[in-house]
């Protein structure tokens, strides 16, 4: 009985600390966002829905600077998303939906949707020369954590799960699972 008590509390404990990733703390997707290297498409996600802008001439970013969400210059429609955590669950309509892990680093002011190869979003303002250090690193560090591979609580790597304890905690893509019979 003892035993099931320090687990339970191991555990608690494991948890919480899952959730304090200081990546993502204080980040959100709520806001104007470009796509990396197309600088011709600005997204503004706002209470739920993702509104899409185009600029085909002249300073776009002044020109998005103008828009808000919901004023009529976005491209007809919208998507509706959600967060959840550090995932985003976006319905692009007609039974299309994605969901994806978001990374943040640069302040916050850089996501990437993991499951989208890696798909960058920067926050509109944003002067990259500003960020390439910090989430050079901050990248690095994430990169190194979706490596599909299992490791245990120390950080070894499980070289063969089917042989790994049952009731074990686990660790695979930055996330801590527990193995259990199935």
């Not at 085909?56 to 998507?79: K, R």
């Not at 990169?143 to 089917?162: C, H, P, Q, T, V």
Request: with cysteine.
């Amino acid at each position: 009985m003892k035993l099931m008590k320090k687990l339970k509390l191991l555990l608690s404990a494991l948890l919480l600390l899952g959730t304090t990733n200081t990546f993502s703390q204080n980040n959100t997707i709520e806001g104007k966002w470009k796509m990396l290297n197309f600088d011709n498409t600005m997204f503004i996600f706002e209470n739920g829905e993702r509104f899409t802008y185009y600029c085909t001439a002249g300073n776009c970013d002044s020109l998005y600077n103008t828009f808000e969400a919901g004023d009529g210059n976005h491209i007809p429609g919208t998507e509706e998303y959600t967060v959840t955590n550090d995932t985003i669950t976006m319905d692009y309509n007609f039974g299309n939906i994605l969901v994806t892990s978001m990374v943040f680093s640069c302040e916050g002011n850089i996501v990437t949707f993991v499951d989208q190869n890696n798909l960058n979003y920067v926050r509109l303002g944003t002067n990259l020369n500003d960020c390439n250090s910090a989430s050079l690193t901050e990248q690095t560090q994430n990169s190194l954590l979706m490596d599909n591979k299992y490791y245990d609580l120390l950080g070894r790597e499980i070289k063969d799960i089917a042989t790994y304890s049952f009731n074990s905690l686990y660790i695979k893509n930055g996330k801590k699972y527990i193995k259990t019979q199935q």
